[in-house]
């Protein structure tokens, strides 16, 4: 049984102009300890998949099927109290912009504290220890003076470094990391993404990174989910997916990725620019959802909906034209 277990997972919104199918039929799973990055272009779903496993969709507007099972148990089914005792305990999250998310008339001691109280019923003093240690393990200098101050005293870079010592206090089982990068520039990045590699050998977690940026997908990842509205279009093991891309619209995104590793030395690796835009995820498509901007579009893709299909050794792809090569049975 792996870790995480997601299945057709389908979440949706109703809107003033029709049901958006943010996530619709997603199924992918996570082994404990492993890192799998999900990439895909703004809008395709990325967030909405990682605010669901954590059941932080507003509901309504919102709504959630399908399961999600960690460690067999479908989140789904739990009451919102046995889901506040799984958040920040063994599941965390770390978001994008940290300033939003930390709180800012609350020093950085008491927000590392907080989960330590509220999840393993540590003392004040207890949790503050323990505050120290985790500052220190995310490469904080000083850490028993910086522990007393508050989000605005310290840069973007440490701020950073917070929530992941935040994320990590409890030590999680999975930590989810949508975008932890992006808001913050190159060097501080490429730093950053260096601490998450050495804390995923320590602490064990399993993680799942969001990421536009496909140097990191290459840096920290095992597996990599391509999602295309709301869907997932493709999956394989990392080398896998850039030596051998099927899916189309992976060969697009990787089109200006000329070499693995350039974002530790401060390259932007961002997905490539591909022609033509996302269709509405308001309307029932009836063919492939990628044919209205596929290089390779045929009749047979505006008719029919290509399945996710085993085309090679765990590797997955949903195309009609993706080559298939042997796979064991
Ligand atoms: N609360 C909400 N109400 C209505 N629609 C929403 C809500 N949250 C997300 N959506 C819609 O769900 C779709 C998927 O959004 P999501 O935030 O998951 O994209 P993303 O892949 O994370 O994009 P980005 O790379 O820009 O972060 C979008 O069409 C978005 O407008
Ligand atoms: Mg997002």
Do not use: W
């Not at 990174?209 to 391509?226: K, M, Q, S």
């Not at 850039?242 to 030395?265: D, E, I």
């Not at 308001?282 to 909906?305: D, H, Y």
């Amino acid at each position: 049984m792996a870790l995480l277990e997601v299945e057709n997972l389908q979440t949706h919104f109703a809107t003033a102009d029709g049901v958006n199918r943010a996530v619709d039929g997603l199924t992918f799973s996570v082994e404990a300890g492993e890192t799998v990055a999900i990439v895909g272009e703004s809008g395709c779903g990325k967030s909405v998949t990682s605010m669901s496993i954590l059941r932080l969709i507003p509901e309504p507007p919102g709504k959630i099927a399908g399961a999600i099972r960690f460690n067999g148990k479908d989140l789904l089914k739990l009451s919102e109290r046995e889901m506040r005792a799984i958040r920040g305990n063994e599941i965390s999250m770390i978001f994008q912009e940290p300033m939003t998310s930390l709180n800012p008339v609350l020093s950085i001691g008491q927000q590392i504290g907080e989960a330590l109280r509220l999840h393993q019923g540590l003392s004040k003093s207890q949790a503050e220890a323990r505050a120290v240690e985790m500052l220190k393990l995310v490469g904080i200098p000083a850490p028993e003076k910086r522990v007393k101050e508050y989000p605005h005293q310290l840069s973007g870079g440490m701020r950073q470094r917070v929530m992941i010592a935040i994320a990590l206090a409890c030590n999680p089982k999975l930590l989810i990391a949508d975008e932890p990068t992006t808001a913050l520039d190159v060097t501080i990045q490429a730093q950053i993404l260096d601490l998450m590699r050495d804390l995923k050998h320590r602490v064990g977690a399993a993680i799942v990174l969001i990421t536009h940026d496909l140097g990191v997908v290459a840096e920290v990842a095992e597996r990599v989910i391509v999602m295309y509205a709301g869907r997932k279009v493709e999956e394989a093991p990392v080398n896998e997916l850039f030596k051998n891309p099927k899916h189309p619209y992976t060969k697009g995104l990787l089109g200006a990725v000329p070499k693995l590793g350039s974002s530790l030395t401060g390259e932007s690796t961002r997905l490539a620019e591909i022609p033509g835009l996302v269709p509405s995820l308001k309307k029932r498509i009836q063919g492939c959802v990628f044919a209205s901007r596929c290089p390779q579009q045929t009749e047979l893709c505006l008719e029919i909906a290509p399945a996710l299909e085993e085309k090679a050794p765990r590797h997955q792809a949903a195309c009609h034209y993706a080559t298939k090569e042997a796979v064991p049975a």
